[in-house]
């Protein structure tokens, strides 16, 4: 028998508001999230190209146009220069991370003279960046990486059938919990009448 836990709550990808899990609209912002599935991470990095963050939200649902694997690559092979902020569209992140390696590229490159003489300070950004790198490591495989995006809006009709199809699978759910809950039922009676029936051939051979 498998035992079923439902998960109950869920968070907000906007404003970080808990909710349940059949909730269909946030109630602290007004976010549908069954728009979240149409959201674009290409439409955000075009925003945030122009350092226009409205509307952007960062969210851990990452959208179709963002591959984890992907991503998991980016960040394995590029990571150490920011490969992966520019893939996502953080930019700024992914420019302090290019600068702060090039910095540590100048830095072994002319090594003899530098880092026998440099002050302890200066190795402060090559700390920091290699940390930011095994960070956005642990961050992507666990798939708490947070990725920019745009939630676009569709037209009215289109949100409503969505949430009738989000109520439809609430619905379909429980009714697998019914269906379950049934069959245990029924197993449950046919053990009894097994346990009758062998009791009662018990009792014949007793007389
Ligand atoms: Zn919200």
Known sequence: MKFIKPKTHKKCPRCG???????????ECDLLFSRLEFASNKAAKKKLKKFDSDFVIYTTQYP??????KLMAMTFFTGIFGGHYYYTGKYIKGLIMTLCFIYALFCTIFNDVLWSSMESFLYIPIGLEGIAWIVSLIYVCCKKYKVP???????????????????K???????????????????????????????????????
């Open 64 to 69: 179709k146009d963002v591959n984890w694997y």
């Open 17 to 27: 508001n808990k909710c349940l899990i059949n909730q269909t609209r946030c109630e």
């Open 169 to 207: 699978k609430v619905k379909e759910f429980k009714d697998e919990v019914k269906e379950i809950k049934k069959q245990n039922k029924e197993k449950k009676k046919e053990l009894n009448q097994d346990l009758k029936e062998e009791n009662q051939v018990e009792d014949k051979g007793q007389k």
């Open 149 to 167: 995006v745009i939630v676009e809006m569709p037209d009215e009709n289109a949100t409503e059938i969505l949430d009738k199809e989000t109520e």
